[in-house]
């Protein structure tokens, strides 16, 4: 009987010891790993790969050590803010159990997609117009864009001759829209412009000033005869602005071209 009652207590100890283990291996198996950061606010370039930006965190599990080198990137959130956006970073341990953790971003290139005009938008009344081809619009992160443009107009007729306000905007992959608002102005004459430009838009920091007349093309005849007018433009305030140039004869303004102006957070 004695006997007995040892084996029935040593079971007893036997089993409360193996509940603790599979307990304490359990609670082991349960532990997530932990991912750390260097900082709060990763800064990198636009062009930087995932393995540029994983330098900045490490992972870490209880049984499996250091999982650094297994960790990913998740996703690339919408931007937050001007150069910033958000990303997860996810690290599994052998057991399958998953951590995410999300960090601030900031881009420290990053510019919003640019939109170019090819074009002065002047043409003739009742001519054949498709404006879009005009278009193009380039982007950090995607490359051309231009298949995002959209324009936009209430009051936009190729018959009538008159001044016809639009917005031009491009969006990319994360959520930054550009928008540029400008005039296409439709011509009772048969239009046929000698003032070239060497482009229709420029881009410009906030307060940074601009040389116009080096914007006029060399194949632009009558150089000296051309007026710069660039009243309408406010340079310390973001914005898409028009400088007009114009080719008098006498006092008679006989031709003119414009340039878009846009004003921003540009390099």
């Given at each position: ?65 250091d999982i650094t080198k297994d960790m990913y990137v998740e996703r690339m ?186 004003v921003g957070d540009w390099q």
């Open positions: 009987m004695r006997r007995f009652r040892i084996i029935i207590v040593f079971l007893a100890v036997a089993v409360t010891a193996l509940r603790g283990y599979l307990f304490m291996t359990k609670s082991q198996i349960d532990v997530a790993p932990v991912i750390t950061c260097d900082t709060e606010l990763i800064e990198v370039s636009s062009k930087a790969t995932d393995e540029e930006i994983l330098k900045h965190a490490t992972a870490y599990d209880e049984q499996d050590g959130y919408y931007m937050t803010g001007y150069k910033k956006s958000r990303i997860s970073f996810v690290s599994t341990d052998s057991d399958n159990n998953i951590t995410k953790k999300k960090v601030d971003i900031l881009y420290t290139d990053y510019e919003s997609p640019r939109i170019d005009i090819e074009s002065n938008l002047i043409f003739p009344a009742n001519s054949k117009i498709s404006l879009k081809k005009y278009f193009k619009a380039t982007d950090i992160f995607d490359g051309d864009v231009t298949n995002r443009i959209r324009l936009i107009s209430d009051t936009y007729d190729s018959t009538r001759p008159g001044t016809y306000e639009m917005v031009a905007r491009a969006s990319n992959s994360h959520g930054d829209i550009t928008e540029i608002k400008f005039h296409v102005y439709i011509v009772a004459e048969n239009f046929k412009p000698t003032i070239k430009l060497n482009k229709y838009v420029t881009y410009t920091a906030v307060g940074k000033s601009i040389d116009y007349a080096s914007i006029i093309s060399a194949q632009t005849p009558n150089i000296s005869a051309i007026e710069i007018d660039d009243s309408n433009v406010d340079i310390n305030t973001s914005g898409s602005y028009e400088v007009f140039y114009r080719l008098k004869n006498g006092n008679k303004t006989k031709e003119f071209t414009r340039l878009i102006v846009v």
